[in-house]
C-alpha cells in the first residue's frame, strides 16, 4: 500500500498552468457573534474555494478543500468569529498550508441574513431576506498578503429621476405661459413635490479590505438602504 503512485502527483501529458481549481456549492452553518451580550447570527452558507495548479501536475487533492473549511468551522466553534470575510482570510490561508504547491488561495461565501424591520406608519414588525458576501483571497511567498471583500445586496425602492426631469420641465413651461418669471418658475418647481413612477432596484457594495481590518456588514446594508428612496418592507 505504500508504493501506490499519487496520480495527483504525476506529470500531465499537456502542461497547463491552471489559475482555478476548485469546489463549488459546499453548504455550511455559520455561526457569527455579534457581541454586546446579542445573539449570535446564524447562517446557511454556500461555499466556493479554489487554488491554482502548476504546469507540473496533473490534479489538485479536491478533498482537502472540504477539510480544510470544516476544520476552519471547528475552530470557530471554540474561537468567536465576528466578520464573515475574516473567516474566509482564514479558510485561504490555510488552503495554502494543506497544498503545498498552490501560490494562490481563492474563497467565496453567499449567504441569507435576516433583517428586522418596523414599518414607519403602522408600526407592524416585519422580516427581511439581504444577500450577503465575503471573498478572501491569499498569495503565498515573500510578498505574500490576504486580501479580502465583504459586500451587501439589498432590495429597495426608487424613484425614477427621468420622469421627474421630464414633469419639472413641464411645470416651468406652464407656469412661463401664465407670465411667471422665469426664476420663480424654477423655484416652484423645485419646492413643489413632483409626480413619478417608482420601481424595484437593487443596491450592491462591495468593500476590499486588508490585514486584520473589518466592516460592519450592518453598516454596509445601512449604507445602501439610505442611499434608496425608500425601504422594501414585506408584510405577507
Do not use: W
Amino acid at each position: 500500500m505504500d508504493n501506490l503512485p499519487d496520480i495527483q502527483a504525476c506529470e500531465p501529458d499537456y502542461p497547463f498552468n491552471l489559475t482555478r481549481v476548485g469546489v463549488t456549492g459546499v453548504k455550511k452553518l455559520v455561526k457569527v457573534e455579534r457581541g454586546n451580550d446579542e445573539r449570535p447570527v446564524i447562517l446557511i452558507s454556500n461555499f466556493e474555494v479554489f487554488v491554482d495548479l502548476p504546469s507540473d501536475r496533473k490534479g489538485a487533492n479536491l478533498s482537502r478543500n472540504y477539510e480544510v473549511i470544516d476544520e476552519a468551522l471547528e475552530e470557530a466553534i471554540n474561537r468567536p468569529v465576528y466578520e464573515i470575510e475574516e473567516l474566509c482570510g482564514e479558510i485561504a490561508k490555510k488552503l495554502l498550508s494543506r497544498h503545498e504547491y498552490a501560490t494562490r488561495a481563492e474563497v467565496k461565501m453567499k449567504s441569507e441574513y435576516i433583517v428586522r424591520r418596523q414599518t414607519p406608519v403602522s408600526k407592524v414588525t416585519c422580516q427581511e431576506v439581504v444577500d450577503i458576501f465575503a471573498e478572501a483571497v491569499a498569495r503565498a511567498g515573500p510578498g505574500g498578503y490576504v486580501r479580502k471583500t465583504v459586500g451587501a445586496e439589498v432590495l429597495g425602492t426608487t424613484a425614477c429621476p427621468c420622469a421627474q426631469e421630464i414633469m419639472k420641465d413641464r411645470v416651468r413651461q406652464e407656469l412661463a405661459k401664465l407670465g411667471i418669471a422665469k426664476d420663480a418658475a424654477a423655484d416652484f418647481a423645485e419646492r413643489m413635490p413632483i409626480a413619478t413612477h417608482n420601481q424595484r432596484g437593487r443596491g450592491s457594495i462591495s468593500i476590499e479590505v486588508r490585514d486584520r481590518r473589518c466592516v460592519s456588514i450592518d453598516r454596509i446594508i445601512r449604507i445602501i438602504e439610505e442611499s434608496m428612496s425608500a425601504k422594501v418592507y414585506g408584510l405577507l
